[in-house]
């Protein structure tokens, strides 16, 4: 099996105060653009659009089967949030996009991560992979999908929020996960 190595740099705008923190971008060629969260069919940049414009296709350009990454990126430096992935390095055991088709060569340093973001107070974790590679690292409790679990690190308290996978997999409605993306927004 082939060592994949991450094609992206973590996105960390000035004041970045929320990190979001998948498992690792899919295959390339099942991204429509260069960013996060890049297949068509992820709901991540729709469950954006519910939370904060009320409109699931405030970031699709159906007509080109993309999304407006311009839009997303202007976005995220406006409301500080942070994303990248707890694994730098993957094999993929069988030819999916799938978490538990993924297997960690390198996880993120994920102290060097946080240390980069000195005014983030909350961490998101958007699956179950990255759930387990963040909560063993830390040696914290995971938390129920839609909750958190308070943690200290280097002298500040942060908080690990797991919410709904955004892939089609995972069996919750787009506006259902909205909900739960919508109540960590809040919260923070």
């Given at each position: ?33 260069d ?18 414009f ?13 999304f ?21 390095a993957?094999?993929r055991?069988r030819?999916t ?13 994920l ?9 983030c ?7 179950q ?28 308290t942060?908080?690990?929020y797991?919410?709904?996978?955004s ?11 909205a ?10």
């Amino acid at each position: 099996m082939e060592t994949e190595y991450h094609p992206l740099k973590p996105f960390l705008p000035d004041g970045c105060r929320l990190l979001m923190l998948g498992s690792f971008p899919p295959a390339r060629k099942r991204w429509c653009m260069d960013f996060f969260y890049p297949n068509y069919i992820n709901d991540m940049w729709r469950i954006f659009g519910i939370c904060f414009f009320a409109d699931k296709l405030h970031f699709v350009d159906e007509a080109h089967k993309t999304f407006r990454r311009e839009a997303i990126e202007r976005l995220l430096h406006e409301k500080g949030i942070g994303i990248f992935d707890t694994a730098t390095a993957v094999r993929r055991t069988r030819n999916t996009a799938s978490d538990k088709d993924l297997e960690v060569v390198e996880p993120t340093d994920l102290d060097a991560l946080l240390r980069q973001i000195p005014h983030c107070r909350a961490v998101v974790t958007t699956g179950q992979k990255a759930t387990d590679l963040f909560t063993d690292h830390f040696g914290i409790v995971q938390p129920k999908v839609g909750a958190f679990t308070s943690f200290e690190f280097e002298g500040r308290t942060l908080r690990l929020y797991r919410m709904p996978s955004s892939s089609r997999a995972y069996p919750m409605k787009v506006e259902t996960k909205a909900t739960y993306y919508q109540k960590m927004f809040d919260e923070i």
